[in-house]
């Protein structure tokens, strides 16, 4: 039999409901209800697998679900529906058990990221540059810092971040590079503040992790040396590229500080509105860099094999992977086990 839980993740990570999913197997909701209570037969995996996705090795893999909602931050939450929520959550699901497989071949550095409940947002930026020696000017590569530290990141189409067995992840969606920084620290501000958040706290948290956010990348010391009360717009893509973080957020975070008026900000708000959009940049792993081309050499796992094992598609593991595991060729299998600092 298939197994029932791998049935429920794989549909809810397509978006399907059981209706629909009845519809496209020509089954009867009250069929596939069941085949995710007690599992399917066999011979529906390759059915399930063309609707859903996944490969049909996938159904047959130990039981999993997908990552509890309540235990999960969503970006943007107002933004999704419940579809979309649900769909995030199987893709978390399946990003852990990437990164199971990794682990089981390479030793990678545990999540160490303080624990910091109870301050606030500002005091929390502070004490970690501070805790992990970032001194005060601009960071250069913040997802290699957070892998550094033991973070997991893949990439998805929702940016959100959750704990799981003791390890930090987040999940960073497309986008340019300066947005993509300051999400990453939104979801880093929640691993480090909202372990132990409360049902109903949702919205102060993310205004909280906004905060940090802004806090962490545009240390006041370093814009009250670059910012005067006649910052102009050239100044301010500057200072863009130079901390990485969208050109609003500096705005925000230099009338917080005061170090310009509200018509200045209100009329750099009205230029800023007619800059075009930055390119869409993809961001790279350093963890990924590293372990997929040894995993092809010395464990002879390409991305085929790695896909497979998992029962995903090799388009999926792409997708989750920065697009760092798409030109791996396919190998042969191994037992292999090799002990990897360098992501540190």
């Not at 197994?3 to 059981?18: D, N």
């Not at 130990?62 to 909602?69: D, G, L, M």
């Not at 990164?99 to 624990?115: A, H, K, N, R, W």
């Not at 960073?172 to 999400?183: I, K, N, V």
Request: net charge negative; hydrophobic share 45%; with cysteine.
């Amino acid at each position: 039999m298939l197994e029932p839980t791998r049935i429920t993740l794989a549909r809810e990570h397509a978006g399907l409901s059981i209706i629909a999913l009845a519809r496209l197997l020509a089954l009867a909701p009250e069929t596939i209800a069941d085949y995710e209570l007690h599992g399917a037969p066999q011979a529906l995996a390759a059915e399930l697998a063309s609707a859903t996705g996944f490969l049909p090795g996938f159904f047959s893999l130990a039981p999993a679900s997908a990552i509890e909602a309540r235990r999960i931050f969503y970006r943007t939450p107002r933004r999704l529906g419940g579809v979309q929520k649900s769909s995030a959550a199987a893709l978390a699901r399946c990003g852990v058990e990437l990164y199971s497989l990794i682990t089981g071949c390479f030793t990678l550095p545990d999540t160490q990221v303080p624990d910091y409940t109870g301050l606030d947002a500002h005091q929390a930026a502070d004490r970690l540059r501070l805790d992990w020696n970032l001194g005060c000017g601009p960071i250069p590569d913040l997802l290699y810092v957070l892998e550094s530290h033991g973070v997991r990141v893949l990439s998805g189409p929702v940016t959100l971040s959750f704990w799981e067995d003791g390890q930090g992840f987040i999940f960073l969606s497309p986008g340019d590079e300066a947005g993509s920084r300051y999400r990453l620290a939104h979801e880093l501000a929640h691993l480090l503040l909202h372990s132990a958040l409360e049902e109903g706290e949702g919205c102060a948290a993310e205004h909280e992790a906004d905060v940090f956010a802004a806090s962490l990348l545009l240390p006041e010391l370093s814009l009250q040396l670059r910012v005067g009360a006649s910052l102009r717009l050239g100044q301010l893509l500057d200072l863009q590229t130079m901390f990485g973080v969208p050109a609003a957020v500096i705005l925000g975070r230099t009338r917080e500080a005061q170090l310009i008026d509200e018509q200045g900000y209100c009329r750099l708000m009205q230029e800023l509105a007619l800059e075009p959009p930055g390119p869409v940049v993809r961001a790279t792993s350093r963890v990924f860099s590293i372990v997929f081309p040894a995993l092809r050499v010395e464990n002879h796992l390409g991305t085929t094999r790695i896909a497979h094992r998992l029962g995903l598609n090799a388009q999926l593991l792409h997708e989750l992977t920065f697009g760092q595991a798409f030109v791996l060729l396919a190998g042969g299998g191994s037992n292999a086990r090799t002990h990897l600092h360098a992501v540190r």
